[in-house]
C-alpha cells in the first residue's frame, strides 16, 4: 500500500502515515520544494485521505555548495514545501536536516483517520474503469530540458522536436509534479472508487501491477490510452525507447493518482475534475482525468495493450491548450466501451 | 521541545512525533541500526512517552559499496533498527531507501496519546534535582578510537590512556548509545518528573540550556557532576579540550535523558533505575542514573559550576565496573545536598 496503516489503541482510530525523500530534479528550488511536498502527499491521497494532521521535513544540505548558495537555495526549497503542505490543508512541524554531498529533499505525512475517510485500496471489480489524474512524460520531460545544453544527446532528439517544445513541457512536467492530488482523493470518495494508487518510480504499469496484485477479486487492469504530456511520447521513441514510456515503466515524480472507478461513475468523475480545475485557474491547481483503461476479470496483472492510443497533452498556457481546453474531458475512446 | 505534539480532531488526544537521522559512526552495522532507533525513540522518551504506534525507516545505501558489502551490511542494519524497535514494544511499518553517496539511517517515530501519557517539559521548579540516564562522552570515545590507527592523534593521547581502555571505552559508548531511554521514561512518571530532554548533539549543557529556556519559572539549571565514561576526560584534555567535554558541549549521540525530579524522589528514581538495571542484565538495557545538579531561582539558563566533579564510570563487564557495581547509585554528593 502506499501508505502504513497502524490500527490506534484509541475508539477504532488509525494512524496512517508515509514518508518519502529524494534528490532534486527541477532548477527553481521553490518548486522543488512543493514536488517534494506534494510527492510525500500523494502516497494519502491515494487511499482517499485529503486531510493531513502534520508533516515532517527532511533535508539533506549538499557540503558542496558555497555558504551563499546555501542561503539562497535552502529557504526557497523549505518554503516551497512548507507553501505547498498549507495548501493540503496541513503544516510542517517538526523535521531533521544533515549535511551531506547530495542535496536530498523530502518528509513524513501522517494523519489519525476515521476507517470511513480511508478507501482501502483493493475493491475493484470486473466493469470498473481505470482513471489517470496526471499526464506521464515528467521523467522524459526533465531529461529532455537537460539534454538542450548537451549536444550529442540532443541530436538524437532534434529532429522530433523543437527547444521551445521541450521547455514548454518541461514547465508542464514542473508544474504538473508539484499539483497536489487532493481533489482527485476528495472526489475518490464522492464517486465510490473501488481502489486507487499513485504513480512514481515505477511508472504508470508498475503501479497498476502493484495495484492489481493488493485486489481481492480476480481482476485484470487493461490500459488502452496513454495521455502523455505533449511530444515526450517522440522523444522516447526517437531514443529507441530509453524511458520505456510507453511500455508503462517510465518513472515518474509526483505523478497522478491512478482510480479505479465503477463504470457508471468515472466520466462524472472526469467532468467534474475538469470543472474543478478550470474553476481553480486552471489545470494547475488540481491536475486533470483521463479515461485510460478498464477492470476485466483476470489474474491481478496489468497490462497495456498492443499499440496503445497516445493522448498528446498540451503544456498549459501553450497555444494548443488554449485551443482546445479539453485535456480533461472524460475520453469517449472507443477502446474503453 | 524534543518532539512535535499535534492536537487531533479526535477526542482530546495528540499525535507526538519526532524524526532523526545521521550517519554510521559504529563500525558494527548490527549496533548502528539499534542505535540509530533508539535515538529516534529518544526524543518520544523524553516527553516521558513509553509507547510508539509506528517507526518509519529512513536509508540511504551507499553507492561507494560494492554489491556484496551493501548486502551484508544493510540487512544488518535494518535488523539491528528493528530489533530495537521491538525492544521499544514497537514495529517498523514503513520507510524510505535511497542511493546516496553516503550511508544514512534514521527513522521516525509516531505515538497517538492522550493527555496523561506525555509530560510537557516546562515544569521546573527551584529545589529540583537534575538527573542523568546515561555517562557523557561517546563521541570522545567513537573519535578515540579511531585514533588507535593513526598514529599523529595517537600520539597526543598515548600518555593518559591505553588501547585496552580506549577499545572498553568504545564498547561502552556503543552500547550505551544503542540502550533505549524507555525506563527512564516510564520511572519519570512514577517519580513525578517536572521536565526533561534527551542529551544529543549539542552536549549536555546545550540541551539543559534548551530545556532551561522552556520553562515556565523562572529557573536555572546548575551542574555539578559530570559523570562520564572512565578515561575520556583525561582524553579531553589531552587533546586541548577539542572535544569541550567538560565545557558540556561535546556532541552525544542517543545520549540519556536529563531529567527534573522533585528533590525527595530524585534518589529513588535513581535506585530503581539501579534495581532495574541490575534485575535486567546489567546497565545494557535501561541505563543509569546520577543526579548531576540542581534547579535555582534564575534567568532560564544552565551552567556547570568550576571543576565539577567528575564520575569516571568504567565500562560494563570491565573490572572496575565489576568491583564497584556502583555506577548507578544515587550520588551524595555534598555538591547537591
Redesign the interface.
Known amino acids: 500500500m502506499d501508505?502504513?496503516v497502524?490500527p490506534?489503541?484509541?475508539?477504532g482510530?488509525s494512524?496512517v502515515?508515509?514518508?518519502?525523500?529524494?534528490?532534486p530534479l527541477v532548477e527553481d528550488p521553490y518548486m522543488m520544494g512543493r514536488i517534494a511536498c506534494a510527492n510525500v502527499l500523494s502516497d494519502l491521497y491515494a487511499m482517499g485521505i485529503t486531510?493531513c494532521?502534520?508533516m515532517?521535513m527532511?533535508l539533506?544540505v549538499s557540503q558542496k555548495m558555497n555558504e551563499k548558495d546555501r542561503e539562497r537555495v535552502m529557504p526557497l526549497m523549505i518554503r516551497g514545501f512548507r507553501d505547498a503542505a498549507e495548501e493540503g490543508g496541513t503544516s510542517v512541524?517538526?523535521?531533521?536536516t544533515?549535511i551531506?554531498?547530495?542535496i536530498?529533499v523530502?518528509g513524513?505525512a501522517?494523519v489519525?483517520c476515521?476507517p470511513n475517510e480511508f478507501i482501502m485500496p483493493d475493491g475493484a471489480v470486473p466493469g470498473d474503469v481505470l482513471v489517470l489524474t496526471k499526464p506521464l512524460g515528467t521523467r522524459v520531460a526533465v531529461n529532455a530540458y537537460l539534454w538542450i545544453d548537451q549536444p550529442e544527446k540532443w541530436n538524437k532528439i532534434k529532429l522530433v522536436v523543437t527547444k521551445e517544445e521541450v521547455i514548454e513541457a518541461y514547465h508542464e512536467a514542473m508544474f504538473s509534479m508539484a499539483t497536489l492530488n487532493r481533489t482527485a482523493a476528495g472526489l475518490m470518495h464522492k464517486y465510490q472508487a473501488h481502489a486507487a494508487t499513485d504513480v512514481t518510480g515505477f511508472g504508470l504499469l508498475g503501479h497498476a501491477n502493484n495495484l492489481a496484485r493488493q485486489q481481492q477479486n480476480e481482476v485484470a487492469f487493461v490500459i488502452h490510452n496513454l495521455p502523455i504530456i505533449a511530444k515526450m511520447a517522440a522523444i522516447s521513441k526517437a531514443c529507441g525507447n530509453l524511458f520505456n514510456l510507453l511500455q508503462g515503466t517510465s518513472a515518474e515524480t509526483s505523478g497522478g493518482l491512478l482510480v479505479c472507478l465503477p463504470r457508471e461513475q468515472a466520466a462524472k468523475f472526469c467532468s467534474e475534475m475538469k470543472n474543478l480545475s478550470s474553476g481553480a485557474g486552471g489545470q494547475g491547481a488540481v491536475g486533470g482525468a483521463w479515461i485510460i483503461g478498464i477492470v476485466e476479470k483476470g489474474d491481478r496483472h496489468a497490462r497495456i495493450i498492443d499499440k496503445p492510443r497516445i493522448i498528446e497533452v498540451p503544456p498549459r498556457g501553450s497555444q494548443a491548450a488554449n485551443q482546445e481546453n479539453s485535456s480533461t474531458s472524460p475520453d469517449p475512446s472507443p477502446n474503453v466501451s
Chains 1, 2 share one sequence.
Request: without cysteine; negative net charge; hydrophobic residues 40%.
Open positions: 501508505s502504513a497502524i490506534l489503541r484509541h475508539g482510530l494512524l502515515q508515509t514518508t518519502d525523500f529524494f534528490y486531510e494532521d502534520n515532517l527532511l539533506s512541524t517538526g523535521g531533521q544533515v551531506n554531498p547530495w536530498i523530502g513524513v501522517s489519525v476515521q
